[in-house]
C-alpha cells in the first residue's frame, strides 16, 4: 500500500525520468541548455545545483518552477530537463489564481484553460473559460451568459463585467443620494445610426439655461403600464431647482430634491419618464462646439398609486456633481482594444474561445491567439499569446531544417503596421525610488531604451557614484543598478543606458575638465567600462547640458565624444549625448520660475498670446526645425515628451490663462515641478482647461496654477512624431507617470504615447468621453537625438 501511493505522488507532480535516474551517455555530454528568465510572478531554482537566467548548463540538468503566492503553474508539470528536446521558449509560465468555483446541487461548471486542456474550475488562472449547466427544472436568469472569462483573477461577468457604484449611495436611507453608477461591458461597444457616443468631458464647464431643451431615451413601459417594443425619446425643459420645488409635492421635493439633483420635465402635460425610460441619460446639445453632453441620469419621480406620474417633473442625478468620480473610473476601467494582426507568414491563428475573427478585426486586449504552422515549418515560440503582445513575443513558423525563411517582400498597403518604427526612450529618475517608485513597478516592454539617471564625475574623470546607498549592491542587497539592468531579464530586446549627469556632475566645469584633458577622458573610458560590465548596462548617455559654451569646449566636447564612441563600440556597448533643443534652451521646461508669467513647459506648438521669439524658439515643433535646419536629419530627432509640469504662483487669482503674471513658483519642488502622478491624485479638484493652440492642459485654483501635458495631449505628441518621421520620443521622467496605478491604469501616460504612435496593441478607447479629435497640423518638426541625442 505504502508503494502505491508512492506511485500516485510521483504520477501529480511528473517527475523526470532524468531526475530519478541522471546517468546520460556520453554523446548527450556534448548538448548544453541555456536557463530562461525567472517567469512573470514567479522563479526557478536548479534540482541539486545552483545557476541564474542566461547560464549554460549540462544535458540532464534539471529546472523546478514554482509560483508566488496568489499565482499557480498553467502546466501540470513543474519540472523541465535539459535534454535534446528542450526549448527554452516552452517553459512553465504562473498565472494568477481565479476566485475558486465548485459545482452544486443545480449546476454543473466545466473549466478550460488557455492551452484548451480541461482543469478543475477551483484551480483556474488568468484565460480559463468556465461554462455552466443548469440542473433539471432550473435556469439561467435572464440576461446571464453561460461563459465566464477569468481575467486579471477575477471572473468576467457577460454582457456587464462590472458594476462601479458610487460610495455615497445608501439607498432610501440616504434620500438616493449618490444614485450613479458606471457599467464596464466586455465587448466593444459598436457604433451606428441608432447608438453615438456622448460627450462627458468638461461637462462641469457647460451650464444650463432655464428652458434648454433635454432628450432622453430608452425602453421602458408606456401609457398602458406594459414594456414598449421600441425605443421612445422625450424632450423635456430644464428647471432651476426653486421653481422645480415649488412645481412638485413639498413633502417629497424636500426629502429627495438634494444638490446633487437636477430637475426637467413638463406639469399636468401627460409628458414624463417611466420606469426603464433612462437608458441614454438626459442629454443636451452645446452650441459653442455642436456636441451633445449629457447632463443627468435619471433618478426619480412623485409616483401615482405606486406607479408614474407623468403629469410631474423628474429629478436626475447631475453628472457634474459626480465628474470627478466618473473621470477617475473611466480612467481606470477603459478597455484596451487590439486590432488582429495578420496570419503569421507560413502559419495562421484562431482564437481560443472559438470566435471566427479576420486580421484586422477589435477585440478586447486580453483575447488569446493559438497559431499553427503549415508543413514544412514548425512553430518556434510559445502557441497562444494574446492578441496585445509584444512584436518580439509572437512566434514564428521556421523550417524543420531549423533555417528561418527570408522573409517574403509585402505590396505596398496604405494600413498601419501592428508596430511603429519610432523608438520609446524611458529616461528613470532613480531618486524617486526614495518615494516608492522602483524599477520592478514599470512595464519593461513599453519603453526600446532606458536611461538611468544619473551618475556623475569625479573631478580626475572617472565615474562617480551619485548615491552609493541606493545605485549599488550592497551586503547582498541588489542595488538599483542592478535591479533596472535587470528589467532585461523579462523583456531581452530592452537596452538600459546608464546616463552621466544629474547633481553629481552640475558643475559646468567638471566636464570642461573631463574633455580637454585625455588622462581625465581615460580614466572615464575605464570607470565606465567597469561599472557597464559589472551592473549590465548597454551603453552610457552623456548629459551636459551647457548653456553658453565657448567655441574650443564645443570642439572638445565632440573629440571627447568621438573618443568613447570608439572605445564604446569596440565593446558592443552604446553611446548617445544630450543636447539642447536650441541655441538658448531646452525641449521641456520652456517656462519655469524665472519666467514673469504663466506659461507651458513642454507645448507642442506656440500660442497666438507669445512674442515672436517665443514661438519660433519655446515648442517643441519649433526646436525641432531648428536643429533640421541647422542640417541635422529628421532620422536622428527625438521629441522630449514631459511627464511633469511646472507651476506658479499667481500675482491675481483672478487673473489666471496663459501668461498671467504670477510671483514665483507655486506648488511642487525644484521650482514648482510637478510630477503627473502627483497631479492626477492631488490636483482633481482644480479647474482643468485645454489649451487647443498648444496642445497642453493647465490648471488652476485660488492662486495655483500648473501647466502640464495630459493624456490626450500625450497623445497628439505620438501622433505628431509619428506622422513626422522621427527616430523617436524621449520619455522624461518615466515614473512621473501614473506608474503604481494610483489614479486609474499603470503607466496611462506611456500607454497613451504609444496610441498616438500607431502601435495597435495600445490603442486605446475610453467609453463615454469624446475622443481626441483635434487634427494634428503639419508641418513643423520636435527635438534631437544625434545617435540617439536628445534634449
Known amino acids: 500500500m505504502i508503494f502505491c501511493a508512492l506511485i500516485v505522488v510521483l504520477g501529480q507532480v511528473h517527475l523526470p525520468q532524468s531526475l530519478a535516474n541522471p546517468s546520460v551517455s556520453s554523446e548527450d555530454n556534448t548538448k548544453t541548455c541555456t536557463l530562461p528568465p525567472y517567469p512573470h510572478n514567479g522563479l526557478w531554482e536548479v534540482v541539486r545545483g545552483h545557476a541564474q537566467p542566461g547560464d549554460e548548463v549540462d544535458i540532464s540538468t534539471v529546472i523546478k518552477f514554482r509560483c508566488k503566492e496568489g499565482y499557480k503553474l498553467t502546466s501540470n508539470n513543474a519540472y523541465v530537463v535539459c535534454d535534446h528536446d528542450y526549448d527554452v521558449n516552452k517553459v512553465p509560465e504562473c498565472g494568477k489564481l481565479c ?4 459545482s452544486s446541487s443545480t449546476m454543473t461548471l466545466k473549466c478550460i484553460d488557455r492551452n484548451g486542456q480541461d482543469i478543475k474550475c477551483s484551480e483556474a488562472t488568468d484565460g480559463t473559460y468556465l461554462s455552466y449547466e443548469c440542473a433539471p427544472f432550473h435556469e439561467t436568469p435572464l440576461g446571464y451568459r453561460k461563459n465566464l472569462l477569468c481575467i486579471d483573477g477575477s471572473w468576467n461577468y457577460q454582457p456587464i463585467s462590472s458594476i462601479i457604484s458610487n460610495d455615497k449611495f445608501k439607498g432610501e436611507s440616504r434620500r438616493y443620494l449618490g444614485d450613479i453608477a458606471l457599467l464596464m461591458t466586455k465587448d466593444v461597444i459598436g457604433l451606428s445610426e441608432v447608438v453615438q457616443p456622448v460627450c462627458i468631458n468638461n461637462v462641469n464647464n457647460i451650464f444650463l439655461h432655464v428652458g434648454d431643451i433635454g432628450e432622453i431615451a430608452g425602453f421602458g413601459i408606456d401609457e398602458t403600464g406594459k414594456p414598449s417594443q421600441r425605443i421612445r425619446v422625450l424632450k423635456i425643459p430644464y428647471k432651476y431647482e426653486t421653481n422645480c420645488a415649488s412645481e412638485l409635492p413639498r413633502d417629497w421635493a424636500d426629502k429627495y430634491n438634494l444638490p446633487d439633483k437636477m430637475c426637467a420635465g413638463f406639469t399636468n402635460m401627460s409628458k414624463g419618464i417611466c420606469r426603464g425610460d433612462s437608458g441614454s441619460g438626459l442629454i443636451f446639445k452645446n452650441f459653442e462646439d455642436n456636441r451633445y453632453y449629457v447632463h443627468g441620469i435619471a433618478s426619480l419621480a412623485p409616483g401615482s398609486k405606486g406607479q408614474c406620474n407623468i403629469q410631474q417633473n423628474s429629478l436626475y442625478t447631475k453628472v457634474s456633481f459626480y465628474f470627478n468620480f466618473i473621470d477617475k473610473e473611466l480612467s481606470k476601467g477603459y478597455l484596451e482594444d487590439c486590432k488582429l494582426p495578420a496570419y503569421p507568414e507560413h502559419g495562421e491563428w484562431v482564437l481560443v474561445d472559438g470566435r471566427k475573427r479576420e486580421p484586422g478585426d477589435l477585440v478586447g486586449s486580453g483575447t488569446l491567439l493559438r497559431i499553427s504552422c503549415h508543413r514544412p515549418y514548425r512553430l518556434l515560440g510559445h502557441p497562444v499569446v494574446r492578441c496585445d503582445a509584444a512584436p518580439s513575443d509572437m512566434p514564428i513558423c521556421e523550417k524543420e531544417n531549423g533555417t528561418t525563411p527570408a522573409p517574403t517582400p509585402a505590396a505596398p498597403s496604405n494600413t498601419n503596421r501592428t508596430t511603429s518604427r519610432v523608438k520609446v526612450i524611458c529616461t528613470y529618475a532613480s531618486w524617486w525610488s526614495y518615494e516608492g517608485i522602483n524599477p520592478e513597478d514599470m512595464d519593461p516592454f513599453l519603453c526600446h531604451y532606458m536611461v538611468y539617471a544619473f551618475a556623475g564625475i569625479w573631478s580626475y574623470g572617472a565615474v562617480r557614484v551619485q548615491d552609493d546607498y541606493l545605485d549599488i549592491d550592497r551586503n547582498g542587497t541588489k542595488g538599483l543598478y542592478r535591479r533596472t539592468t535587470d528589467l532585461k531579464l523579462k523583456n531581452p530586446k530592452l537596452k538600459v543606458i546608464l546616463g552621466i549627469g544629474g547633481s553629481a556632475a552640475s558643475n559646468s566645469s567638471l566636464f570642461s575638465d573631463l574633455c580637454k584633458d585625455m588622462r581625465s577622458t581615460d580614466q572615464f573610458i575605464k570607470s565606465s567600462m567597469w561599472l557597464m560590465k559589472e551592473y549590465k548596462f548597454d551603453g552610457l548617455d552623456i548629459d551636459w547640458l551647457y548653456p553658453h559654451p565657448e567655441p574650443y569646449e564645443e570642439k572638445n566636447f565632440i573629440d571627447f565624444l568621438r573618443k568613447v564612441r570608439n572605445a564604446l563600440k569596440k565593446e558592443g556597448y552604446l553611446l548617445s549625448a544630450s543636447v539642447r533643443s536650441y541655441p538658448d534652451g531646452r525641449g521641456y521646461d520652456a517656462k519655469g520660475m524665472n519666467d514673469p508669467y504663466t506659461g507651458q513647459n513642454n507645448a507642442l506648438y506656440f500660442s497666438s498670446k507669445e512674442y515672436v521669439w517665443e514661438r519660433i524658439h519655446l515648442n517643441l515643433a519649433a526646436s525641432a526645425k531648428n536643429w533640421m535646419e541647422a542640417g541635422i536629419s529628421k532620422s536622428k530627432l527625438v521629441m522630449s515628451v514631459a511627464f511633469f509640469g511646472r507651476s506658479f504662483n499667481l500675482a491675481d487669482k483672478r487673473d489666471h490663462d496663459l501668461r498671467a503674471p504670477i ?65 523617436g520620443v524621449n520619455v522624461y521622467p518615466i515614473d512621473g507617470d501614473d506608474v503604481l496605478g494610483k489614479c486609474g491604469r499603470k503607466q496611462q501616460l506611456l500607454k497613451h504615447l504609444h496610441g498616438g504612435l500607431g502601435n495597435n496593441f495600445f490603442s486605446y478607447y475610453r467609453y463615454g468621453i469624446d475622443k481626441i479629435k483635434h487634427k494634428i497640423r503639419s508641418p513643423p518638426c520636435t527635438i534631437l537625438h544625434g545617435q540617439f541625442t536628445h534634449s
Open 663 to 727: 510671483t514665483g513658483a507655486g506648488p511642487g519642488v525644484d521650482g514648482g515641478f510637478v510630477r503627473w502622478n502627483e497631479i492626477c491624485l492631488n490636483y482633481e479638484n482644480y479647474t482643468s482647461v485645454w489649451d487647443d493652440e498648444q496642445k497642453v492642459n493647465y490648471k488652476y485654483k485660488d492662486n495655483a496654477w500648473i501647466g502640464y501635458g495630459n493624456k490626450d495631449s500625450i497623445w497628439i505628441k505620438g501622433q505628431y512624431v509619428k506622422k513626422q518621421g522621427f527616430f
Open 99 to 102: 476566485p475558486p468555483l465548485y
